[in-house]
């Protein structure tokens, strides 16, 4: 494959319009604000896909949109889990001590 060039056919302009409704529908302004969330290289972020790429990209936002518990986009969701379960492995103590030296103010749980 030559520089510069798609890894296959590209995707036709009905798939482009589903993505990006897709995309919107997931909570973001358009491909390149998705880029970070949703994996995108530059060239997807520039709204250029093949059409497997789009089918794929399609598939699994369409089956995250069809999740009846999923109140977050699919992007946000996957952002929430992987930061709640890294602040949930630190000690109370040392997440306070992180907020002090960042000048937080920090307010201690009453004790019953």
Do not use: G, K, N, V
């Given at each position: 494959m030559a520089f510069g060039q798609q890894p296959g056919?590209?995707?036709?302009?009905?798939?482009?319009?589903d993505l990006l409704a897709l995309i919107q529908a997931a909570g973001h302004r358009d491909f390149k604000d998705a880029r970070g969330p949703m994996g995108f290289n530059q060239r997807q972020a520039g709204g250029r896909f093949t059409r497997d790429e789009a089918d794929e990209l399609i598939r699994?936002?369409?089956?995250?949109?069809?999740?009846?518990?999923?109140a977050l986009p699919p992007a946000q969701q996957w952002q929430q889990s992987a930061q709640g379960?890294?602040?949930?492995?630190?000690?109370?103590?040392?997440?306070a001590a992180e907020l002090r030296r960042r000048e937080w103010i920090v307010i201690e749980p009453l004790r019953s």
């Open positions: 056919p590209p995707a036709s302009s009905r798939q482009l319009q699994r936002l369409q089956e995250a949109e069809a999740l009846p518990d999923t379960q890294l602040l949930r492995r630190i000690e109370t103590e040392q997440l």
